[in-house]
């Protein structure tokens, strides 16, 4: 089983930043795709930046520019930081990752979520 702790949310200006953290933990076999997705009031959750295990990371078009990530594999950690944060970037973050076994890539066995964090964006 995986646990995923999300940090790093918050209040902040327009124009601003904001760096969340997603660390996975607990006992599991085969290896995870990470990956952020974000959910406004009313609206579906959507992907914001995914890290593939051993991949190239991928974004968002809406976030391109100004959402860089970084993942310790090692750590099993995801990090997004996030500047030039606009208004329409307020949501719920969720951190999500996606169990699978190397000899069969295209198989997901499990998928995981974190609890969300709150990131507002307002002067």
């Known amino acids: 089983q995986v646990q995923l702790v999300e940090s790093g949310g918050g209040l902040v200006q327009p124009g601003g930043s904001l760096r969340l953290s997603c660390a996975a933990s607990g006992s599991f076999s085969g290896l995870l795709n990470m990956a952020w997705y974000r959910q406004a009031p009313g609206k579906q959750r959507d992907l914001v930046a995914a890290f593939p295990q051993g991949g190239i990371p991928r974004y968002a078009d809406a976030v391109k520019g100004r959402f860089t990530g970084i993942r310790d594999n090692e750590q099993h950690t995801v990090q997004l930081q996030m500047s030039g944060l606009k208004p329409e970037d307020t949501a719920v973050y969720f951190c999500?990752?996606?169990?699978?076994?190397?000899?069969?890539?295209?198989?997901?066995?499990?998928?995981?979520w974190g609890q969300g964090t709150q990131v507002t964006v307002s002067s």
């Open positions: 999500n990752a996606e169990r699978y076994y190397r000899e069969r890539p295209d198989t997901i066995v499990d998928v995981y």
